[in-house]
T-cell receptor, first 114, second 113 residues
Framework: DARVTQTPRHKVTEMGQEVTMRCQPI?????VFWYRQTMMQGLELLAYFRNRAPLDDSGMPKDRFSAEMPDATLATLKIQPSEPRDSAVYFC????????????FGEGSRLTVL | EDKVVQSPLSLVVHEGDTVTLNCSYE??????LLWYKQEKKAPTFLFMLTSSGIEKKSGRLSSILDKKELSSILNITATQTGDSAIYLC?????????????FGDGTTLTVKP
């Protein structure tokens, strides 16, 4: 049963600490997205990759966030230093382009920054 | 900048009611519009629409796209408590933005027994 896997599922950390979230996309999918979801902002696109190359990271605060895809089976989203306003659920999603346009979402990483 | 607006933001109905959720968009090089349902965890795919006027249907849910009006509606008939969820509309851009989905803020639907 193919699915997107994210770790950690939950993370509580203190302001100023580094946070790294990981995502394993579905094998064969060539496009990977990072979204952030909060009550106030809905689902915001942070960054996305096609064939491991970053296509758009304009939604990401560049001074503290970074996203990479070191290989086809791993995408990472790093926050350094973290701030309380980064508290949110971070979703990774993967898809195939060209394809149906459907995205398959992981279960999310719930981040709380104290 | 691509933009997707959903209305209403929230809706409370009773079982058996019919609801209509709205989605309007502004996007460069429109490719498709997608509807997702989000319960406790991750969004799950409902429909993809690419052509105007062709209704997609799955059980009690149906959706249609109007490219002239840059909008779509999602209808749910005979609602059940299990339909309670956030319904998300996303628009996929084409060409250089192919695959990039911009989401609306969602409509939170609550169905009371």
């Amino acid at each position: 049963d193919a699915r997107v896997t994210q770790t950690p599922r939950h993370k509580v950390t203190e302001m100023g600490q580094e946070v790294t979230m990981r995502c394993q996309p579905i094998l064969g999918h060539n496009t990977v997205f990072w979204y952030r979801q909060t009550m106030m902002q809905g689902l915001e696109l942070l960054a996305y990759f096609r064939n491991r190359a970053p296509l758009d990271d304009s939604g990401m605060p560049k001074d503290r966030f970074s996203a990479e895809m070191p290989d086809a089976t791993l995408a990472t989203l790093k926050i350094q230093p973290s701030e309380p306003r980064d508290s949110a659920v971070y979703f990774c999603a993967s898809g195939l382009v060209p394809g149906t346009g459907e995205l398959f979402f992981g279960e999310g990483s719930r981040l709380t920054v104290l | 900048e691509d933009k997707v607006v959903q209305s209403p933001l929230s809706l409370v109905v009773h079982e058996g009611d019919t609801v209509t959720l709205n989605c309007s968009y502004e996007v460069t090089n429109f490719r498709s519009l997608l509807w997702y349902k989000q319960e406790k965890k991750a969004p799950t795919f409902l429909f993809m629409l690419t052509s105007s006027g062709i209704e997609k249907k799955s059980g009690r849910l149906s959706s249609i796209l109007d490219k002239k009006e840059l909008s779509s509606i999602l209808n749910i008939t005979a609602t059940q408590t299990g339909d309670s969820a956030i319904y998300l509309c996303a628009v996929e851009g084409g060409q250089s933005n192919a695959g990039k989905s911009t989401f609306g803020d969602g409509t939170t639907l609550t169905v009371k027994p």
